[in-house]
């Protein structure tokens, strides 16, 4: 393959980077100099070095050159001496036994020079074969070295003090050999040795120096340099791991730093990719978990809204899209859930989601904006031109086949609530909380329809809002009232209870100044914003109170029955309420009885099987309110600690002219004999109610037919004026 051709542009480029190395290096150099200065490690080992350098030549100063300068300059010294001698030597002495050296001379000779005293000696004279010496002459002070005979001739003599040096000196003459030994001012050698340590401790120093000095610049340039580029990388990498800002490394990636320094720079760069790559993977997750439903798939309702606000825009043309929007709530999804289990659920609620996708246009968005809750927002065309056709087309897909999972079908149904943009609303916010408002009202009207965003509707969401701002009012201000409805045995016809139930007189501008407000309206209002906890508590201590008034002072032992709200269960600790609200009063626990309906079973069912137990442990009697209406519970009603069941009043109403409901009431009359439970009816009206019930086997009734709710006086009036005779009521 033949490589392109480099032009000059190229040489250019080539060029550049070179120059651009270059001061790269110059500038890291002039950096290093001035940081070598500063670094410690430098200094530590500057400081080793020098001292090792100083060490090594003081050694060599002390052991080696100081030895061989001294002995230099002694040998110089001796070697002045005799020059000085020889000339004074009488050579053609005869007469051995005479000294060679004359008085008078010797005298002249120690001023003149540094000797200053002489011994001599000759061979013995005795014994002419023989080697010992005799001394013949001494000038100036005795010396220390004295000679005994020829041998050790080399020996010399140093005062402690080096300033003097003694010598033995062999001469020859005519007449035989003489021995001097001479002794020699040696005080300048001293003071020469001072000198020359000093100068040469001077020079070594400088020595040090400049070794260090280098080793310093040396050790900048190929170790510190290097280390400080790395750390910087590395300091860098720690600040900013993801995105460091790392030079390009100016070393030889061939020698050891260099590359190490290349590796850290991989190591940091390989980390800032994993790093990005994690955080943007983390990105991704964090944007499918905050935008998106993890079950269905579907945008979740902050993206909903989102693209609500998008699409309703003003566009290029002054103008807005027209779209409607759906609510979507599954219709009992909450049974199915607890029956079959959270598998299934999940199972219909993707299966939900698949089909609505499917079923509309790719212009349409589909969300889960909760539990089993879904909305979707499509744009209207010629094709679908209003929000209930799109609603329409949804209440089919989800309706018209049922769902299989696991080998079962279920058939699920679902409330819609529609609203148009901008008809509606023009806000898009405005246009999905229609959508819910609509909704609702499809539920209220008891769900399985579609229903379409009305004002009204919002007006009646309004007025909900202003009862349960007056209810807390009327809470505060104590404008609820309790009245109490007898309860009678159907054998007996004995007054054998009452049921306590909340009157709301709201005080108005009225001519009456007042309105009443049934329970049935502002209970549900209590219920949903959790004001029927206190609401409950406040009944039931009024009750019980009402009830021991009863008890002690007008010898009417009857029981209470309180009115216990589902929402109650799950908010509140009931039991522990319960049992303290009996005991600061001293009413007898068997004496009261709570009524609840059968949608607390559609909640937390252990919670309540608990809650329940726990209640009949404190004795109060238990009683299922409204039976046969809720959800059916007879599966659990053996697991119930339960005593009373309450057959509600409209199959009582009807029983007489429904077969229907005169046979759920018969069958609810069986069920309680079969397990052993009273049966209540209530709502009976009329004598033809009562005598159903009688000939059924009812135990005891409620209604009109006996006694409104009244006042607690009133009520005091009747049960003690009451006759004990059910056929007294004649009201038909
Ligand atoms: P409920 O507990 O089923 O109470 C019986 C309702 O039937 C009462 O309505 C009572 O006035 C009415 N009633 C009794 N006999 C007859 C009759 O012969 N014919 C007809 N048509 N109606 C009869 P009320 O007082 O309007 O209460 C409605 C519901 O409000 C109660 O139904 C109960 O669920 C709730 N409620 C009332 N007071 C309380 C309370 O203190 N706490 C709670 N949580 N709910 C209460
Ligand atoms: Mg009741
Ligand atoms: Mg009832």
């Known amino acids: 393959m033949l490589s392109k051709p480099a032009t000059t542009n190229d040489v250019h480029v080539s060029e550049k980077i070179k120059q651009n190395k270059f001061l790269k290096f110059k500038d890291s150099l002039v950096s290093s100099r001035a940081q070598i200065w500063r670094s410690w490690t430098s200094w530590r080992i500057a400081a080793v070095v020098f001292m ?282 909450k049974d199915v859930n607890d029956s079959m289990g959270h598998n299934v659920g999940d199972a219909i609620l993707r299966g939900v989601g698949k089909r609505l996708s499917s079923a509309l246009p790719d212009t349409a968005i589909v969300s889960r904006s909760g539990e089993d809750e879904f909305a979707v927002m499509m744009p209207l065309s010629t094709d679908i031109n209003t929000a209930r056709d799109v609603a329409e087309r949804i209440a089919g897909v989800i309706k018209n086949e049922p769902f299989k999972v696991f080998n079962e079908t279920f058939q699920i149904r679902s409330s819609i609530g529609v609203s148009t943009f901008p008809d509606d609303a023009t806000d898009p916010d405005q246009v999905l909380k229609n959508a819910d408002i609509a909704l609702n009202r499809a539920k209220e009207e008891g769900r399985d329809r579609i229903k379409e965003y009305s004002e009204d509707f919002d007006r009646a969401v309004q007025a909900r809002f202003q009862m349960l701002r007056d209810l807390r009012d009327a809470m505060e201000h104590e404008e609820l009232q309790l009245y109490y409805q007898p309860q009678l045995d159907l054998r007996t016809g004995e007054i054998i209870g009452a049921e306590a139930l909340l009157r709301w007189w709201k005080k108005d501008n009225s001519k009456e100044g007042s309105t009443f407000i049934s329970p049935g309206e502002f209970i549900p209002v209590a219920e949903q914003s959790g004001l029927i906890v206190p609401i409950g508590e406040w009944v039931m201590k009024r009750a019980c109170t009402t009830a021991k008034t009863w008890h002690t002072d007008h010898n009417l032992d009857i029981r209470i029955a309180i009115n216990v709200s589902a929402h109650q269960f799950s908010q509140s600790d009931i039991c522990a309420f319960t049992q303290r609200t009996l005991e600061e009063i001293g009413i007898d626990p068997h004496k009261v009885e709570l009524e609840v309906t059968e949608s607390v079973f559609m909640d937390d069912i252990q919670h309540t099987i608990q809650t329940l137990q726990n209640l009949h442990a404190i004795g109060v009697e238990l009683a299922i309110d409204d039976f046969g209406t809720g959800y059916s519970s007879l599966s659990y009603l053996r697991q119930f600690p339960i005593d009373r069941l309450k057959i509600d009043q409209s199959f009582i109403r009807n029983a007489l002219n429904d077969q229907d409901d005169a046979a759920i009431a018969r069958t609810i009359i069986a069920l309680g004999r079969a397990l052993n439970l009273k049966v209540i009816a209530e709502g009976v009206e009329t004598k033809e109610h009562e005598n159903f019930l009688v000939a059924e086997g009812c135990d005891e009734v409620q209604g009109f037919r006996y006694c409104r709710p009244i006042h607690e006086d009133d009520f005091l009036k009747f049960a003690l004026g009451y006759n004990g005779k059910l056929d007294s009521f004649n009201n038909d």
């Open 52 to 333: 090792t350098i100083a060490l090594v030549q003081t050694c060599m100063l002390i052991f080696a050159t100081m030895g061989d300068f001294e002995s230099r300059r002694l040998q110089d010294l001796r070697e002045s001496g005799r020059a000085a001698i020889m000339p004074l030597i009488n050579t053609n002495m005869t007469e051995i036994l005479q000294s060679p050296l004359k008085e008078t001379e010797v005298n002249r000779l120690f001023q003149a020079t540094k000797i200053n005293g002489i011994s001599v000696y000759t061979l013995g004279l005795m014994s002419p074969n023989s080697d010992r010496l005799e001394l013949l002459a001494q000038y100036g002070d005795p010396l220390i070295l004295s000679l005994i005979d020829t041998k050790n001739l080399n020996r010399t003599f140093r005062s402690s003090d080096g300033n003097t040096y003694e010598f033995i000196q062999r001469i020859s003459t005519v007449s035989g050999s003489y021995f001097m030994v001479i002794r020699m001012d040696s005080t300048h050698i001293q003071e020469q040795l001072f000198t020359f340590v000093i100068e040469t401790i001077k020079i070594m120093l400088l020595m040090s120096l400049f070794v260090t000095t280098v080793l310093m610049i040396a050790l900048g340039r190929w170790l510190l340099e290097p280390i400080l580029f790395m750390r910087d990388n590395l300091m860098e990498a720690y600040k900013n791991p993801e995105n460091p800002q790392i030079k390009d490394s100016p070393f030889d990636p061939n020698d050891e730093i260099g590359s190490a320094i290349d590796i850290a720079q991989s190591l940091i760069r390989q980390n800032a990719a994993n790093i990005s790559q994690i955080r943007s993977a983390a990105e991704d997750k964090i944007h499918k978990l905050a935008y998106y439903d993890t079950l269905t798939g579907l945008p979740n309702r902050t993206l909903f809204l989102q693209n609500l606000a998008e699409k309703s825009k003003i566009k290029a043309d002054g103008k807005t899209e027209r779209f409607g929007v759906v609510t979507i709530d599954l219709d009992h999804f």
